[in-house]
């Protein structure tokens, strides 16, 4: 006969939600800086802006990258991201494509250690070539092809 075997023990899981690490910029966050918080999540405008609008999304619970969230915690920045997205094209007819990233590890050019998601503004004209997005975190690669423009 089948059975659930599944022995993992639940017990606790929730206090974990409420970890914070002393020291963390995001974990001490002011208040004053929150424009959007749940139980999980809050956003800031990033302080040091790539364009108007720039805004992170933060799970509350101390995680060093994307990868170390626990399920929950990715809804409700989703959900924090949508808000916030509709907040933005309310608020400025010139955004016409939005950027979302993380950066997970010192590799990918992580500076704080504690997840958060960067949601970037786009305005038609701002760069002369977007094509590729993403990708142009290592420039020579932002082109899919030699001549690709």
């Given at each position: ?16 939600y ?7 910029v ?21 302080q040091y ?29 989703n959900?924090?991201?949508k ?12 955004v ?18 504690h997840?958060?998601i ?14 590729g997005?993403?990708?142009?975190v290592?420039?020579k ?9």
């Amino acid at each position: 006969m089948k059975r659930d075997r599944d022995d993992e023990d639940f017990r606790g899981l929730s206090e974990q939600y409420n970890h914070r690490e002393e020291g963390c910029v995001f974990c001490e966050m002011p208040t004053d800086r929150i424009i959007y918080e749940d139980e999980l999540a809050l956003a800031i405008r990033d302080q040091y802006p790539v364009t108007e609008g720039h805004t992170l999304i933060i799970p509350k619970r101390h995680s060093s990258d994307y990868f170390d969230l626990f399920q929950p915690e990715i809804n409700a920045a989703n959900r924090a991201m949508k808000n916030i997205r509709h907040q933005i094209l309310e608020a400025d007819p010139t955004v016409t494509g939005i950027n979302v990233g993380t950066n997970s590890g010192k590799a990918a050019g992580q500076i704080v250690f504690h997840c958060h998601i960067h949601l970037i503004p786009r305005r038609e004209g701002d760069v002369v070539n977007p094509r590729g997005g993403v990708r142009g975190v290592i420039p020579k690669r932002q082109r899919y092809k030699a001549g690709d423009t």
